[in-house]
């Protein structure tokens, strides 16, 4: 049996304003862009797309299947700016085919600075989910697939959650595939899921690449791929941001049509061998083929699988030290307000921004960044953090 189990990241930052060392008040986000970029994305991406999974799940009488991770900071754009996506996603929800990954609320860098944050923010977002979608996760995936041994530890500690999304990274499985599950040694009740991202990034990357062997990729073309994991394992893991649909590849390249096209063919290409399920489904279904040992941070980002996007440079390592150095104080304080801002200075895009990174992955840090530079995304940031940090200690 192969089992395709597609999960979708869907996340917006709340981006900064341009924010200087002589402004003095505390409105640092740039309502006007955000605003724009989240109708704009729902537009091209989050409308289009997921009325076309519901008219699947619907025509295929329950048997396509889904799961999404929606960070907390988008839902709370979608609040202010779509609220009629909010309203797709609750109809899905009620089909019963759809299910909601719990993350961090502000998908933020916290399991690699403070603990106890990282867990509040778990928290937020597992009531965020209960209270739109009446959605209690069993399956947690951290920002951007940042996975070790030690997260598998904690997690498992939390008493919730049975399964785990990460990285299929190629060094750690030597001669194995991430089309079978697998465990952490460090938290034997909990089920891996590792991110087939040759198969995931076909779609997400190389599926408009003209100069691309494969290309052009038909539904018939991918589910004949999807059907030859029977014999080699059970899982086909396709991970990848929602934004693929729409806005990174755009209507015109076909990308609609593919996906209208594949349930059918990932049906017929092999009657009765192949499905498609939710990550909690595939670790009910499927047991675990072994240990998959990750002492080292990893992640789903760049060619390197690693931490650099984030931490690969001295503007990122400090800006990332000095907004944890102040965490202390700013819940001290006991205002909302503060904890707000705070918080959505953590989440992860803002130290994104700062990467110096070329040669492979440096047309993807510069395509999403909105700075001119690395260099003046740090300034903004840190002038926003210096205000911020003002606020928690003055007397």
């Known amino acids: ?50 009325r076309l999974i519901l008219d699947l799940v619907r025509r295929h009488e329950g048997r396509f299947r889904v799961s999404y991770a929606l960070t907390g900071v988008l839902i709370d754009q979608l609040k202010q700016w779509a609220p009629d996506v ?6 899905l929800a009620q089909t019963g ?34 209270d739109l979608f009446d959605a209690e996760p069993t399956t947690f995936r951290n920002t951007e697939l940042i996975y070790n041994n030690d997260l598998a530890r ?15 990274v190629d060094g750690l499985l030597g001669y194995r595939s991430p089309t079978f599950l697998y465990r952490p040694p460090t938290a034997p009740d909990i089920t891996l899921l ?34 030859q994991i029977n014999g080699n394992g059970y899982v086909c893991n396709l991970f ?3 934004e693929t649909f729409g806005e990174h590849q755009w209507e015109e390249t076909g990308i609609f049509a593919f996906l209208d096209a594949l349930p059918e063919k990932i049906f017929d290409v092999n009657p009765g061998h192949n499905d498609f399920l939710t990550p909690c489904q595939c670790g009910l279904k499927y047991q675990p083929e072994g240990d998959y040992d990750v002492p080292h941070m990893i992640s789903w980002a760049d060619t390197e699988r690693d931490l650099s ?24 304080k006991g205002d909302d307000g503060l904890l707000s801002d705070w918080r959505k200075l953590t989440t992860s895009d803002h130290f994104y921004y700062m990467c ?13 960044n909105p700075y001119e530079s690395p260099y003046d995304s740090y300034i903004n940031f840190m002038n926003v953090l210096d205000s911020i940090r003002s606020r928690a200690t003055e007397e």
Not at 309 to 332: C, F, H, P, R, T
């Open 1 to 50: 049996m192969a089992s395709v189990c597609f999960y979708f990241q869907v996340h917006q930052p709340f981006r900064l304003r341009r924010y200087s060392v002589f402004d003095t008040g505390f409105d640092y986000f740039d309502d006007a862009k955000n605003s724009e970029i989240c109708r704009k994305v729902a537009d091209k991406c989050y409308r289009p797309t997921t």
């Open 86 to 91: 909010l309203d797709l996603f609750v109809q």
């Open 97 to 130: 085919c759809c299910e909601f990954v719990s993350e961090t609320y502000y998908h933020s860098l916290s399991f690699l600075y403070s603990r106890e944050e990282f867990r509040e923010q778990i928290l937020k977002h597992r009531a965020l989910m209960k």
């Open 154 to 168: 904690f997690i498992s500690g939390l008493g919730e959650y049975r399964t785990i999304l990460c990285e299929g």
């Open 194 to 227: 590792l991110k087939n991202y040759r198969l995931s990034d076909d779609i997400a990357f190389r599926f408009s690449n003209r100069g691309w062997a494969d290309w052009p990729l038909t539904a018939e073309k991918f589910a004949g791929w999807v059907n």
């Open 240 to 242: 990848m941001d929602y």
């Open 309 to 332: 996007a984030w931490l690969g440079n001295a503007m990122q390592s400090n800006a990332l030290l000095e907004i944890y150095k102040i965490e202390d104080a700013v819940k001290a």
């Open 356 to 368: 110096t990174k070329y040669f492979a992955d440096g047309d993807v840090h510069k395509y999403f």
